[in-house]
């Protein structure tokens, strides 16, 4: 609570902070707030859930929970799959927990219909860090199929309303991080040219996917 007497973290001007590694999400927090990306990333304040944030959460683990078990071969109920995953903290009221669960619920029926002849990822979640000058660079990729060409598609999931444009991929700063991951990765199905990385934004609301392929000039 930043109201309580107790409340007293700081650091002193002499403090020096070594920055040796950044993620998306920290990057994209230091954007939208210093004084946030200070709070929770170098006081390492603790901040409560969000209803996007464990909305998104529930999405992304269904997603993979589901997919491991068609590739194992398993009968799988993503509606089930999605009931056990849920996130109940970050909701205001119960009614408003209510409403996104159902918006859930929606979401990934409609995802299935609007995927049933698509593929099947060959990694779903899959944690990276590569070096990048002094830095490391990390994260964490939502899907990533091997394609016919032998190229492979990342795909990011988004459950967000901002609306999608066409050109969105390509100055996604999430994406140019996995493009640049990409070729760095030795284990398959990763180590390829920019020119072999298919980038995908995928959005929820309105079932749709916009892709884009990167240059090396471009990373």
């Given amino acids: 609570d930043w109201q309580t007497p107790q409340f007293t973290p700081h650091l002193k001007s002499t403090s020096k902070i070594k920055i040796d590694y950044l993620s998306y999400t920290q990057i994209q927090t230091f954007n939208d707030c210093p004084l946030h990306y200070k709070a929770k990333y170098i ?23 589901y997919y491991l078990r068609v590739n194992q071969n398993h009968q799988a109920d993503i509606l089930a799959i999605y009931a056990r995953n849920w ?3 970050g909701y205001l009221t119960q ?5 996104y669960f159902a918006k859930g619920q929606k979401y990934l029926t409609d995802y299935l219909k609007a995927n049933q002849n698509a593929g099947e990822p060959v990694l779903m979640e899959e944690p990276f860090t590569i070096p990048l000058g002094s830095l490391k660079i990390g994260g964490k990729i939502d899907r990533i199929d091997l394609l016919s060409n032998g190229q492979i598609e ?6 967000s309303l901002k609306p999608l444009t066409p050109k969105q991929p390509a100055i996604d700063l999430q994406l140019s991080f996995y493009a640049l991951a990409a070729p760095l990765l030795p284990q398959a199905p990763f180590h390829k040219r920019p020119s072999d990385i298919k980038l995908s934004l995928y959005y929820f609301e309105d079932q749709c996917k916009v892709s884009v392929f990167q240059t090396a000039d471009q990373l």
Avoid: E
């Fill in 43 to 65: 006081l390492k304040l603790s901040t409560p859930p969000s209803a996007a944030s464990s909305f998104g959460n529930t999405i992304h683990k269904t997603l993979r929970d």
């Fill in 87 to 89: 996130v109940p903290q």
């Fill in 95 to 99: 009614k408003h927990a209510s409403d």
């Fill in 154 to 159: 990342i795909i990011d999931y988004k459950t």
